[in-house]
């Protein structure tokens, strides 16, 4: 992580949201710049929710959301501009290659074509997809549609990297692919927001590691700090995550 990088990736205050009962339940947190940071939480926990705020695709009942200082409620489209967004289900057009693909996205926004051809090539070089890139999608695997998708979030050289489940119905070839991809760009100061329900992966790749029950954030540090806190130093990621959990639901 950079340490001259002061200005938070991403902030989070108060944010609420609303389908007949809270999803989100006046949730804040905080990103650094630079910082890989893994959100977890059981299913209907309100991960996926809080990222469709963040990324604009969904608007929040109240709250503040910051990108690197932007507000992204007022400013949707300067947000939008240095983040990128990967669903769990991957979203490309079939009849496009992967190069046709890059090349559409690039241009929504405005990425001068000889840099976005370069990005584009790099990006197919790093997941194993130059042998693709002229061949229409509609043919790809599961696998091979998720690297085009993540290729496409990443064209952009967006500062805040947002996935919800990348690594759903990947092999752990393609698995290893994206990681390596999301580490490179941590390196390169780039900041990664995921949610994952793969525990091993917060435990090798996350700098600091969220967990959201009901909604609310419920836990929060280094994987080092979460076991001095609720591990005793030795506990498992998946032990710790199914105690805090159980703490917040006996709480309520």
């Known amino acids: 992580m950079n340490p001259d990088q002061t200005t938070p990736a991403l902030s989070i205050k108060g944010l609420r949201k609303s389908f007949g009962r809270p999803a989100v339940d006046d949730l804040a947190l905080n990103v650094r710049a630079g910082e890989f940071y893994l959100l977890l939480g059981p299913n209907g926990a309100g991960k996926t929710t809080t990222l469709r705020m963040v990324s604009g695709l969904l608007k929040p009942d109240a709250g503040e959301i910051r990108i690197f200082g932007i507000d992204a409620i007022a400013d949707p489209v300067a947000?939008?501009?240095?983040?990128?967004?990967?669903?769990?289900?991957?979203?490309?057009?079939?009849?496009?290659?992967?190069?046709?693909?890059?090349?559409?996205?690039?241009?929504?926004?405005?990425?001068?074509?000889?840099?976005?051809?370069?990005r584009a090539r790099e990006l197919l070089g790093w997941l194993?997809?130059?042998?693709?890139?002229?061949?229409?999608?509609?043919?790809?695997?599961?696998?091979?549609?998720?690297?085009?998708?993540?290729?496409?979030?990443?064209?952009?050289?967006?500062?805040?990297?947002?996935?919800?489940?990348?690594?759903?119905?990947?092999?752990?070839?393609?698995?290893?692919?994206?990681?390596?991809?999301?580490?490179?760009?941590?390196?390169?100061?780039?900041?990664?927001?995921?949610?994952?329900?793969?525990?091993?992966?917060?435990?090798?790749?996350?700098?600091?590691?969220?967990?959201?029950?009901?909604?609310?954030?419920?836990?929060?540090?280094?994987?080092?700090e979460l076991r001095d806190q609720f591990g005793r130093g030795q506990a498992s990621l998946e032990d710790m995550f199914l105690t805090i959990v159980e703490q917040d639901r006996a709480a309520e």
């Open 79 to 118: 947000a939008k501009r240095i983040t990128g967004w990967l669903s769990d289900e991957p979203m490309i057009y079939d009849k496009l290659t992967p190069l046709e693909y890059l090349e559409f996205v690039a241009g929504l926004w405005s990425v001068e074509a000889s840099v976005a051809a370069a």
């Open 128 to 224: 194993n997809l130059e042998a693709h890139a002229r061949e229409r999608c509609e043919g790809f695997s599961r696998g091979m549609r998720q690297k085009v998708a993540l290729a496409g979030a990443l064209v952009h050289d967006p500062k805040l990297i947002i996935l919800d489940e990348p690594l759903t119905g990947l092999d752990a070839g393609s698995a290893r692919m994206v990681k390596d991809v999301l580490a490179e760009k941590v390196r390169a100061d780039a900041s990664v927001v995921m949610t994952t329900h793969i525990l091993e992966i917060a435990e090798r790749m996350a700098d600091r590691i969220g967990v959201i029950s009901g909604g609310r954030l419920v836990a929060e540090g280094t994987l080092a």
